[in-house]
């Protein structure tokens, strides 16, 4: 019986059921998902050292021969086989530690290659090898199976070892490659000289040179980023995301009124950026802009401005929040701010009891514009937002691509504007929107004090609460972060709920609120607004409140555990604090101030420029974790990074573009095979779902 590439992973040789599970946890379903299971690193075997060669504190792969061995316990939970061995250039120890289990295997006069980190053995005078893998070579046959070539190295998951997960993406490479269709246009291949795909996939599992790999990587890659183009591009061009819509006629009355009744007047780079969007709603083309500006820049005065000015035009404008406690708090400040404008404002999130509910929907479906603030449940079916003039998305890297597509086509292409505290690799820019527009604030409202950030170990945990008191008898207020909401067993972290407790006992006289994410929403919205309201002077929280909250009065942070946050992160928390004119203070508080903590601080300790420190982080992290887009839903490439590969990106992007020009049906035969790639992504190979 063939396979198909839909075949489940059991059915390949020698998987069965069991195993089956096994590779289900690696996330492999299917004979196609092992074809492209491409190796997580390889190990050169191409040229092996010998013994003579080796050096101490290399790490190498070697081929010896077993003279004599012996294993002993050396203590409880230390158990050590060693071996004298040799190959043909001189003498070596092997040690294995805490692997019994191939007491059953390894025997004098047998043939092994082993992988470890060589060490000199001041007894013996012999070099020593600590063997992390061993194989077994038992015939010629293995000897030319496992060395002379680079060999791939695969992720594992617990209960399958190496030379299994290669064997078996072996045999799936072996039965599957038959079926690999290359769906790229032969045109498109030979003009940016490409690679076929079976030998390019061949080559990623089996390298056989660093050129050919490169080669074929970059094969792949253009795949991912092509076909992931394409998509969005037609998706683009369906959503008539550049096409025309009607200008809004703005008069800044409101405006101009709104300007008047905040307390302080707007920094120039408000202004600017205030300026370039009223430009962008006056014109017939929909705003595709993005803002970016750090923690405390006064986006959020901004994002009003543009609100009001589709209300001036008659439309209603409406804010999408990441959060719900970010909806609620910019919906009371806005309701406040506007109260005197006889402006209708409501809040739309979801969960909301009936009434509420039916009430918002009632003031979204009336005839009169109106402003809407609410999270993702604006995307559901029911709320008509078809009178949309503007549409503002905060924190926009916390929402997915087709969440928001979701949201602009069911507004009717409205002008649309996206803030964000973090700034975004251009590769990323591209991936999830397309040509933007960009503008930034570059400028802090005045009277800012800089926060001083100091790192510290748990032991002066007294001497900032004595801090935090000083703080407190002048009537500020104090938030203390924790990472986790409970305590778990792997990580032995203090979490917010034991935090909470501890807390309250050491400052009595204070009132003590815990805030985090499993409360309900309208727990949170209560303890924000005590918070707010400075009935409740010490906030206990998980990063709940790391975005956007905006609390002036508070000058003090305590971060518990800061190793375990990232940089941005640190930094947006820490953006939390230094709102008012006051002096403010941040703890970062870490179980080491080693100096390898110290550098990994210096970047937040340092500077209170949340760019300069997202590029550290990005560089340390990796996007993915810095923008937060992993659950966001931006595309999980097999070989692609966007940082590294942004240039294949702008080709493939290039590509994409001039494809869907040419022939925007894709129903030409060169194209017609892309088509057939768009439309199914489980019978060809390389490619992204959009979700
Ligand atoms: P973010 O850019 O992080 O969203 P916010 O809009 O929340 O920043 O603004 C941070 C704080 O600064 C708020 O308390 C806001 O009222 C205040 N603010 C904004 N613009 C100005 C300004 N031009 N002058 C003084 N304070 C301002
Ligand atoms: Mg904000």
């Known amino acids: 019986m063939g396979l198909s590439l839909t075949s489940d992973v059991q059915y390949i040789k020698g998987v069965g059921p069991a195993i089956g599970q096994l590779l289900n946890k690696l996330g492999l379903y299917t004979l196609k998902d092992c074809?492209?299971?491409?190796?997580?690193?390889?190990?050169?075997r191409r040229k092996l050292p010998c013994v003579k060669e080796v050096?101490?504190?290399?790490?190498?792969?070697?081929?010896?021969?077993?003279?004599?061995?012996?294993?002993?316990?050396?203590?409880?939970?230390?158990?050590?086989i060693e071996a004298v061995t040799f190959d043909s250039s001189d003498w070596m120890k092997a040690v294995w530690f805490?692997?019994?289990?191939?007491?059953?295997?390894?025997?004098?006069?047998?043939?092994?290659?082993?992988?470890?980190?060589?060490?000199?053995?001041?007894?013996?005078?012999?070099?020593?090898?600590?063997?992390?893998?061993?194989?077994?070579?038992?015939?010629?046959?293995?000897?030319?199976?496992?060395?002379?070539?680079?060999?791939?190295?695969?992720?594992?998951?617990?209960?399958?070892?190496?030379?299994?997960?290669r064997?078996?993406?072996?045999?799936?490479?072996?039965?599957?490659?038959?079926?690999?269709?290359?769906?790229?246009?032969?045109?498109?291949?030979?003009?940016?000289?490409?690679?076929?795909?079976?030998?390019?996939?061949?080559?990623?599992?089996?390298?056989?040179?660093?050129?050919?790999?490169?080669?074929?990587?970059?094969?792949?890659?253009?795949?991912?980023?092509?076909?992931?183009?394409?998509?969005?591009?037609?998706?683009?061009?369906?959503?008539?995301?550049?096409?025309?819509?009607?200008?809004?006629?703005?008069?800044?009355?409101?405006?101009?009124?709104?300007?008047?009744?905040?307390?302080?007047s707007l920094t120039n780079a408000q202004n600017k950026v205030i300026h370039e969007i009223l430009e962008d709603l006056r014109k017939p083309v929909?705003?595709?802009?993005?803002?970016?500006?750090?923690?405390?820049?006064?986006?959020?005065?901004?994002?009003?401005?543009?609100?009001?000015?589709?209300?001036?035009?008659?439309?209603?404008g409406v804010l999408m929040a990441p959060t719900e406690i970010l909806a609620t708090q910019h919906y009371l400040k806005i309701k406040g701010l506007l109260a005197p404008f006889n402006i209708q404002c409501t809040l739309l999130k979801g969960k909301m009891k009936k009434r509420e509910k039916e009430e918002s929907l009632a003031v979204i479906e009336s005839s009169e514009a109106c402003i809407i603030i609410g999270t993702h449940s604006l995307i559901e079916q029911y709320v008509n937002l078809s009178n949309c003039g503007v549409m503002i998305i905060d924190e926009q890297h916390r929402f997915g691509v087709m969440q928001r597509i979701k949201l602009q086509d069911k507004a009717n292409n409205p002008h649309c504007l996206f803030m964000t505290a973090t700034p975004i690799p251009r590769s990323y820019m591209l991936t999830c929107f397309g040509d933007l527009d960009k503008s930034i604030i570059d400028e802090l409202p005045p009277g800012r004090v800089r926060p001083v950030t100091s790192l510290v170990t748990d032991e002066f945990l007294p001497q900032i609460y004595q801090k935090c008191v000083e703080r407190l008898r002048l009537k500020e207020q104090v938030y203390i972060v924790f990472p986790l909401v409970e305590e778990s067993e792997k990580v032995d972290l203090k979490s917010a709920v034991d935090g909470f407790e501890s807390i309250d006992i050491i400052f009595k006289e204070y009132q003590v609120g815990l805030i985090h994410g499993r409360?309900?929403?309208?727990?949170?919205?209560?303890?924000?607004?005590?918070?707010?309201d400075n009935k409740i002077q010490i906030l206990v929280s998980t990063t709940v409140i790391e975005v956007g909250v905006d609390v002036p009065n508070a000058t003090i942070m305590v971060i518990q555990d800061?190793?375990?946050?990232?940089?941005?992160?640190?930094?947006?928390?820490?953006?939390?604090?230094?709102?008012?004119?006051?002096?403010?203070?941040?703890?970062?508080?870490?179980?080491?101030?080693?100096?390898?903590?110290?550098?990994?601080?210096?970047?937040?300790?340092?500077?209170?420029?949340?760019?300069?420190?997202?590029?550290?982080?990005?560089?340390?992290?990796?996007?993915?974790?810095?923008?937060?887009?992993?659950?966001?839903?931006?595309?999980?490439?097999?070989?692609?990074?966007?940082l590294r590969d942004e240039q294949v990106l702008l080709l493939a992007r290039k590509v994409a573009k001039q494809v869907l020009k040419e022939d925007p049906e894709l129903s030409s035969d060169g194209y017609r095979s892309l088509k057939t790639q768009l439309e199914s992504f489980t019978d060809t190979m390389i490619g992204q779902h959009l979700n």
């Open 55 to 80: 050096e101490c504190g290399d790490m190498v792969t070697i081929v010896l021969t077993i003279e004599s061995m012996s294993d002993k316990k050396i203590k409880k939970g230390l158990h050590v």
């Open 562 to 642: 800061a190793d375990r946050f990232g940089l941005s992160q640190l930094h947006q928390l820490r953006g939390r604090i230094g709102r008012g004119g006051k002096q403010s203070y941040c703890f970062l508080i870490s179980k080491s101030n080693s100096d390898q903590a110290k550098k990994r601080f210096k970047a937040i300790t340092d500077t209170a420029d949340g760019f300069k420190i997202a590029e550290y982080d990005l560089k340390i992290r990796g996007p993915g974790d810095v923008l937060g887009t992993r659950q966001a839903g931006l595309p999980q490439f097999q070989l692609a990074d966007l």
């Open 167 to 264: 064997e078996i993406i072996k045999q799936a490479f072996m039965t599957g490659k038959t079926l690999i269709q290359d769906n790229l246009s032969n045109h498109i291949k030979r003009e940016h000289n490409l690679m076929e795909l079976l030998p390019a996939i061949t080559e990623i599992h089996y390298p056989t040179s660093v050129e050919n790999y490169k080669k074929a990587r970059y094969r792949i890659v253009f795949d991912e980023f092509f076909f992931y183009q394409l998509r969005l591009e037609k998706q683009r061009i369906q959503h008539k995301q550049i096409a025309k819509t009607t200008p809004l006629i703005i008069t800044q009355s409101l405006i101009n009124h709104y300007y008047q009744a905040l307390p302080y």
């Open 98 to 165: 805490n692997q019994a289990y191939l007491l059953k295997v390894l025997k004098p006069g047998l043939k092994l290659l082993v992988k470890g980190k060589v060490e000199t053995n001041l007894f013996t005078y012999m070099p020593q090898i600590n063997v992390s893998e061993t194989e077994i070579l038992r015939s010629v046959d293995d000897i030319k199976k496992s060395t002379g070539v680079i060999i791939p190295i695969y992720n594992l998951t617990a209960g399958l070892y190496q030379a299994q997960i």
């Open 519 to 532: 409360m309900k929403p309208d727990e949170k919205n209560e303890i924000m607004k005590e918070f707010k």
């Open 286 to 316: 929909a705003m595709n802009r993005l803002i970016q500006g750090d923690v405390g820049s006064g986006k959020t005065d901004v994002a009003i401005v543009t609100l009001l000015a589709a209300i001036e035009a008659g439309k209603n």
């Open 35 to 44: 074809l492209i299971f491409f190796p997580r690193e390889y190990d050169d």
